[in-house]
């Protein structure tokens, strides 16, 4: 078949100054394997001409003979005097070395006896935690739970970015506790539900019964949530509560590497890349009104600039971790 891809787009894709558009018309066409071969031959010849390091391993053990010979040869070790302390001062001193131990444990067990389970950019995990419950973490996201003991003496946990919990039930009736943004806490005993920590805290509960505290710590609120129910929480505003008008889904649309856009303004589309992908996107003046309809996947954010290009007819500028949208004609004033 024809090759659509020149040697030169190839180099210029592996010195990392592609565009989107081009990174994705290469992946369409690594999907050939016949073409995977002619990547990697493209990829061989760059490594030859341009090698990452050039070892002289005969100059190096000349240098490592040459030095052998150099060195002196060893001093007779001199003796050392070794004093006896008082028995007395040598219990103080290991009850002092005890104490200061026992002080630094004290200090560093948010260290060591902590957990942290986190995501990279445009990761998604998932995992079992020892009391069976699953815990999958969306992008840029952490959980933090006890290294010793947790299901037995304990089950409370914290959570930076967003996640899907589907908590089992223990024979104890033990509650599990999820603790995000601004001392916010989720209780429940078995159920399934969805927390965003980003910018405030946002609880999306699937199926079950859970406590929300919220609040200052002298007197917390508590408001319970049934399923189809969701609250979003954020320091300095009132407390914002709704119901869904779809029925309760299954898994959230992001384990799947799926977005769902309704009328989505262009800023929050751009939050969004941060938050899950680590890309700075700056807009145009003149896109900002501008909104996002459809379902769309991606597992990069190159996927979602291919159609928001295609869609809105704007032009990409792209730097290592930043990028800037706007229209691709300067006198385009056409809107959606």
Known sequence: MDNP?????????????????????????????????????QLQRREQQQPQLVVDDTEAYARFVTQLAQTAEAQPATPVRVRRWPRLFMGVAASLGLAGLAGLLTLTEPYWNTRTIATEYG????VVLPDGSRVTLNANSALQ?????????????????????????????????????????VVVLGTEFVMNT??????????????LRYGRQQRPQTLTMLPGEWVRVRPGTALQRGRSA?????????????????????????????????????????????????????????DILTALTELFDVRVTQTEKAVRIEPAFADNDSTE
């Open 5 to 41: 891809i020149q040697p030169e787009l190839l180099q210029t894709y592996l010195d990392g100054r592609a565009t989107p558009l081009q990174k994705q018309l290469i992946r369409t066409w690594l999907l050939d394997p016949a073409n995977q071969e002619i990547f990697y031959a």
């Open 123 to 126: 990761e998604i995990r998932s």
């Open 145 to 185: 739970l006890p290294r010793f003991g947790f299901g037995r003496s304990t089950r409370q946990v914290s959570l930076r970015g967003e996640a899907e919990f589907a908590v089992v039930h223990t024979p104890d009736a033990q509650r599990f506790v999820v603790t995000g943004a601004d001392g916010v806490e």
């Open 198 to 211: 980003r910018r405030g805290t946002r609880v999306v509960l699937n199926r079950g019964k859970v406590q």
């Open 246 to 302: 779809d029925p309760v889904p299954t898994e959230p649309a992001w384990k799947l590497f799926r977005y769902d856009f309704r009328q989505t303004p262009l800023p929050e589309v751009a939050q969004l890349m941060e938050d899950n992908f680590g890309l700075r996107v700056t807009l145009a003046p003149e896109l900002a009104d501008r909104k996002l309809s459809g379902q769309f996947h991606a597992r990069t954010a190159d």
